[in-house]
Each structure stands twice: as C-alpha cells, then as structure tokens.
C-alpha cells in the first residue's frame, strides 16, 4: 500500500472530545468525536461521510466550559470504515480570526 505523502504546518494533539458539525447554511447537524485537533484543523468521527470540499461549522464541547468553540472548517478529506462503524474525516479550520 502506498503511503500518503503530505507536509502539515501545525502538528495535532490526540483528543477525545464530543462536538457537533453543521452545514454552512443549518440545513443538518451531525454529533460527532473530534479525534485530534491543531491550531489548522481536526480529524473527527462521525456515522456518515462528508463530502470532500464541503463547508461547514464545527461546534465543539469544551470540557469545565459552559460556552463552547464554533469554527469554520472545510472537509479536506473523508473515508468511511470498512465494517461502517464510523467514517472518519480531515478538517481545515478557515476564516479564522
């Protein structure tokens, strides 16, 4: 199997946290786990695949926080698991300010 080769600016810490992802427009909202997380993006788990490019709203639970985090984010990639347990996508925070 061929490895990915890519070059990622801001390195991820493992994380274990619940969140939620909505269309741009709140058109839907998926609960999901966000797997790791940096200062650029996140991996997270969730029942369903996203389709790549799509953009959307990660709300996130902050643990001993009554606000949460919402970031804007756009699906760099997403795969669903073979067994369909869960499918897991890449996500690229944009619009940060």
Known sequence: M??????RA????PANL????ASE???WRRAV????????????????????????RLELELPGQSNGLVLNAEVAWSSANPEKTAAQAGLKF???T
């Open 2 to 7: 061929a490895k990915r080769q890519y070059f």
């Open 18 to 21: 619940s969140g939620i992802v």
């Open 10 to 13: 801001f390195a991820r810490q």
């Open 25 to 27: 427009l709140g058109g």
């Open 33 to 56: 786990r966000i797997r790791d997380i940096g200062l650029a993006g996140a991996r997270i788990e969730l029942m369903e695949g996203l389709p790549q490019g799509a953009v959307l």
């Open 94 to 96: 944009v619009d940060l």
